[in-house]
Every structure is written in C-alpha cells, then in structure tokens.
C-alpha cells in the first residue's frame, strides 16, 4: 500500500470549512484513498473513500487530484465535534488491510 | 444493532498472565482485523482474516495468536503477557465491496495494562 503524508496538525474556526490535505505521491492505479477520523480514545470512524473521482457523502467531500498524487477532506461547516485526529489511507482494497499513519490533529475553535 | 463489541473493556494484567480478548460483530462482515494504539500513535495491525476459519499476520504479530472458528468471533490471545503489549486493542470488521472494501466499523476498545 502507497504511503501517505499528512500536516501533524491544523486549526479551524467553527463554522468554516476544513480543508485537510494528503499527500499519496506512489499511489498506484488499483488502491483507493480512505480517510477515517479518531475523536479522543475512540474507535476510527469512516468518514469517505474514494479512487478517482470526487466524492461526496453527509459528512464530507473528497477532492483527489487527476494525477491521484494527493486529496484534500473537506468538512464544509466545521463544529467543535470535529475535533478530532484524522487518517488518510491509501489501500488496495484486498482485505482492507488500513495502515494508520499519525494523522492530522484538527482542533476546531470557537 | 450493536456493530462491534470488544469485551473486556478495561483489564490490568500481571508479566506472564495469559488472556483473551474477544470481538464480535452482528453485521455478517468477511474481513475483522485487530490493531493496537500506543499513545501518541496510529494503529497498527496485529492479526486479520478474510472469513472464518482463516487468520493472517499484520504488522506487529509477534506475542499474540488469534482465531477466528465463527464468522461473527474473533479472539485475540496474549500466552504470556509482558509489559510493551500495554496498549489500546481495538477490533474491526468490514466486507469486499464493488468500489474498494466497505467502511471499517471499529469496537470502542480494550485498554491493557500490564505491570
């Protein structure tokens, strides 16, 4: 699985969008970007996926590159709940075998 | 629905104690995986199985050994617990979809301590 590079940590003003941003520079043609998010001591929660098109759900929107090298999460309207460590994964999808880096604090402030 | 549930949640164990922590899931998910978190950490994987009946290595195997003889179980065994296996164990499971596997759904974790 390609490896991934993210900020160690970022600050948003709630309200505004977070735009959290991975770098996936050996990703190769079959694997998919994931990005999970982990608040306190928590389990990891799934928050979208997607291989080369931008993808949007409840939660976010993906933005990955056309060359697929990196992706931006974005959280349009940012709230104190999305305080949270967050994980980009790249994977092939076989097994789903996540490789959790350290991720990108997000603190989001009044 | 209860999803994921890791059971115990909390345990403190003695050097060379022996224990099994268990996961189950009530989602007819293939894949389940273990992981565990040292502070400051991402998680890193331990053992997974594509189905019952199958397990395989992951990153960090060494000192644990699992089963998985029912498809909605997966037991993680400590035989002789030493004090770097303290650590958050979380559990997931998820299954093959048509676009890359499906969302991993992750138990709420088991915090070891062992002294």
């Known amino acids: 699985d390609a490896k991934t590079t993210q900020p160690p940590s970022m600050d948003c003003a709630e309200g505004r969008a977070a735009n959290l941003p991975c770098n996936h520079s050996?990703?190769?043609?079959?694997?998919?970007v994931y990005w999970y998010r982990q608040i306190h001591s928590q389990g990891p929660q799934y928050i979208i996926h997607?291989?080369?098109n931008n993808e949007t759900n409840e939660m976010a929107s993906l933005i990955i590159t056309e060359d697929r090298k990196s992706s931006t999460l974005i959280l349009p309207h940012a709230t104190l709940r999305d305080t949270a460590v967050y994980y980009c994964?790249?994977?092939?999808?076989?097994?789903?075998?996540?490789?959790f880096g350290t991720g990108t604090r997000l603190q989001v402030t009044l | 629905n209860a999803g994921v549930t890791q059971t115990p949640k909390f345990r403190v164990l003695k050097t060379g104690q022996s224990m099994t922590l268990l996961c189950a899931q009530d989602?007819?998910?293939?894949?389940m995986y273990w992981y565990r978190q040292d502070p400051g950490m991402g998680l890193r994987l331990i053992h997974y199985?594509?189905?019952?009946?199958?397990?395989a290595k992951g990153e960090v195997p060494d000192g644990y050994n699992v089963s998985r003889l029912k498809k909605q179980n997966f037991l993680l065994g400590l035989e002789s617990a030493a004090p770097s296996q303290t650590s958050v164990y979380f559990c997931?499971?998820?299954?093959?979809?048509?676009?890359?596997?499906?969302?991993?759904?992750f138990g709420q974790g088991t915090r070891l301590t062992v002294v």
């Open positions: 997931a499971s998820s299954y093959p979809g048509r676009r890359g596997n499906t969302e991993a759904f």
């Open positions: 050996t990703i190769s043609g079959n694997e998919y």
């Open positions: 997607g291989l080369k």
């Open positions: 994964i790249v994977t092939s999808g076989t097994a789903s075998k996540l490789t």
């Open positions: 989602m007819n998910h293939e894949y």
């Open positions: 199985s594509v189905g019952e009946g199958t397990t």
